[in-house]
């Protein structure tokens, strides 16, 4: 029998998010899966695909801001979509913060997360 993944489990994922803990967000990851983050110059944003690269990205926004967190965050799971809602804050290297709700649409295979597909509201950049 295949473990289901869980509101507790997508909890514990946000929480490793705020420590910047690579291995433990990417513990969720298929290896194929597949990431759109909330910009780029695509309609869905910027694709990224594969565990490696997934993990690579989150990195990057992590090492660009060191303070970046996802607050407030709650998860529903329902079959194999699920949904997780948080304000996220960071602040650049330069002083900007960037503080804005938004929302992640989860597909699901075999308790892994095979598509994050990440929304966040569009806000001016707070000048530092």
């Known amino acids: ?5 869980t509101s507790a489990d997508l ?3 946000f ?3 705020n420590r910047h803990d ?9 290896d194929d899966a597949v990431f759109y983050a909330v910009g780029g110059n695509e309609v869905y944003g910027t694709k990224i695909e594969g565990k490696e690269a997934i993990a690579a990205a989150f990195s990057a926004v992590w090492a660009g801001m060191k303070d970046a967190r996802w607050d407030h965050h709650s998860h ?8 997780s809602e948080w304000t996220f804050s960071g602040t650049d290297g330069d002083g900007n913060r ?6 992640d649409l989860f597909t699901l295979r075999d308790g892994k ?3 994050k597909q990440a929304f966040r509201k569009n806000r001016p950049v707070l000048q530092g």
Not at 1 to 5: G, P, V
Not at 22 to 30: I, K, L, N, Q, S
Not at 76 to 83: C, E, K, L, N
């Open 1 to 5: 029998m295949t473990k289901e993944l």
């Open 11 to 13: 909890s514990a994922t």
């Open 15 to 17: 929480d490793a998010f």
């Open 22 to 30: 690579v291995d433990g967000v990417m513990e969720v990851f298929a």
């Open 76 to 83: 529903f799971v329902s079959g194999d979509r699920a949904v």
């Open 98 to 103: 960037v503080e804005a709700e938004g929302a």
């Open 113 to 115: 997360i095979i598509v």
